[in-house]
Structures are given as C-alpha cells and as structure tokens.
C-alpha cells in the first residue's frame, strides 16, 4: 500500500513539474519592446521601442513587430526549445528588399531577452532586444 501511495505522489509531482513548466512557456501575447543596435551600450538609453505579438500555430511560433521612430514593420518565425528556454526566430523586414536576420531570446517568465544580427549587420555587430509582456493591443 505504501509503495502505491509513494507511487502516486511521484507521478503527482511530475505531472506538476511538467504543467508548471509549461506555464511558464506559453509565448503568446503582446509585448513591449526595447532595443540597442549592434555596439551600442544597453547603459544607453535604448536605440529603438514599439511593441511586438508572438502568436503560436502548430509547432512554430509568429512574430510580428513595429518599433522605430518611423514605425518599421518585421515578421518573423520561430522554434521554441523547451530543454534550453531559447527562442530562435529568423526575421524581415515586411517591405521587399528589406532587412533580414535572426535573433535567440532567452525566455525569462513574461520577459525575453534577445540577441539578434542581420544580413547586413556592420562588423558581425550583435543588437539587444528585450520584449516585455504586456497587456498591449
């Protein structure tokens, strides 16, 4: 009888474990964003702001963004890896010719912090995004 009872408590912890962790790692939603260019200091102030939308279909992941003074508009797709908590998104401008790259976000409950180079970054630069869950529309 014990070891059912032991038994149970087990896989009861597990299945805990497991939903907490997925809780954790629903992606979904509006964020803030806030971003450094590729050499410049995230002690400065940031070098762009907007907002994003992370959107789930299947087993990827749709980004779209607006950020910049004049409003630059990217999408994206992307794979989440729950054994790492990283994100990893190729992204483009949503205007032809534009700018294309990539970025890793490391998933930090409603926060992801990114690291992102394009195509036609200066020097391998690496730029800084940081998206922020937000009740954002």
């Known amino acids: ?25 629903n992606l979904e939603g509006n964020y803030k964003v806030k971003g450094w260019n590729a050499g ?11 907002r994003a939308n992370i959107k789930k279909i299947g087993n990827t992941y749709r980004l779209s963004w607006q950020v910049g003074a004049a409003v630059q508009a990217f999408g994206g ?9 990283v994100l990893s998104v190729s992204f483009g401008d949503l205007k ?5 790259g990539i970025v890793l976000y490391k998933v930090k409950g ?4 990114g690291e992102w180079a394009t195509y036609r970054t200066q020097n391998n630069g690496i730029g800084i995004e940081i998206l922020e869950k ?3 529309k």
């Open 1 to 25: 009888m014990k070891k059912r009872q032991l038994f149970f408590l087990i896989i009861g912890s597990i299945l805990s474990f497991v939903h907490e962790g997925y809780a954790q790692t």
């Open 40 to 50: 410049v200091s995230t002690t400065t102030p940031p070098s762009y702001t907007g």
């Open 77 to 85: 797709v992307g794979l989440y890896d729950p054994k790492t908590n």
């Open 96 to 100: 032809e010719g534009g700018v294309f």
């Open 110 to 113: 409603n926060t992801l912090e």
């Open 134 to 136: 937000s009740a954002l």
